[in-house]
T-cell receptor, first 114, second 113 residues
Framework: DTAVSQTPKYLVTQMGNDKSIKCEQN?????MYWYKQDSKKFLKIMFSYNNKELIINETVPNRFSPKSPDKAHLNLHINSLELGDSAVYFCASSQWAARLDEQYFGPGTRLTVT | QQQVKQSPQSLIVQKGGISIINCAYENTAFDYFPWYQQFPGKGPALLIAIRPDVSEKKEGRFTISFNKSAKQFSLHIMDSQPGDSATYFC????????????FGGGTRVLVKP
């Protein structure tokens, strides 16, 4: 009965590889987000999708490509991984249509690039 | 440019004491101000939130005080418990910017028994 789930929880990979992180929410929300938390715990928005449409695209390298196959899923694909991509990536969701601002976060995916 | 500044970075309080965390924001267009609690290895969890038309909101032991003219808001944790030991983040968002949350830098709170 997890509200926002992410897979995998941990991801260890080498520089130059391509990897994906998956997110699913069962809250019936229409908007999903990706946030990055760096080693100093700072949280920053990366992307947001509303009804499968990209609405926020912060200054993120184009090696990062989000994809939303439906309202309940938002995946993050990262090409040519670099050491600086090591971080914890959080997915979140909210219900935009109801003008509710509460965002609910997943448990995070800790990405380590070696 | 850090739009939401949070202080202190860390805080130690005795059990039963009051924890106070302060945040200041730059953009007057922000219209929603949540606080999140994060335990190690977990995602941020929404704790309490306020809108700028209200000066105070209380939920259990947690209170937000909001000062619109000063562009500041704070979280008070009354009767702090060891289980409150976590990192707390203030944030701000606005509908016009897609509701993206702009976070403060976080405050690590340790409640000593």
């Amino acid at each position: 009965d997890t509200a926002v789930s992410q897979t995998p929880k941990y991801l260890v990979t080498q520089m130059g590889n391509d990897k994906s992180i998956k997110c699913e929410q069962n809250l019936g929300h229409d908007t999903m987000y990706w946030y990055k938390q760096d080693s100093k715990k700072f949280l920053k928005i990366m992307f947001s999708y509303n009804n499968k449409e990209l609405i926020i695209n912060e200054t993120v390298p184009n090696r990062f490509s989000p994809k939303s196959p439906d309202k309940a899923h938002l995946n993050l694909h990262i090409n040519s991984l670099e050491l600086g991509d090591s971080a914890v990536y959080f997915c979140a969701s909210s219900q935009w249509a109801a003008r509710l601002d509460e965002q609910y976060f997943g448990p995070g995916t800790r990405l380590t690039v070696t | 440019q850090q739009q939401v500044k949070q202080s202190p970075q860390s805080l130690i309080v005795q059990k039963g004491g009051i924890s106070i965390i302060n945040c200041a924001y730059e953009n007057t267009a922000f219209d929603y101000f949540p606080w999140y609690q994060q335990f190690p290895g977990k995602g941020p969890a929404l704790l309490i939130a306020i809108r700028p038309d209200v000066s105070e909101k209380k939920e259990g032991r947690f209170t937000i005080s909001f000062n619109k003219s000063a562009k500041q808001f704070s979280l008070h944790i009354m009767d702090s418990q060891p289980g409150d030991s976590a990192t707390y983040f203030c944030a701000a968002s606005m509908k016009a910017a897609g509701n993206k949350l702009t976070f403060g830098g976080g405050t690590r709170v340790l409640v000593k028994p």
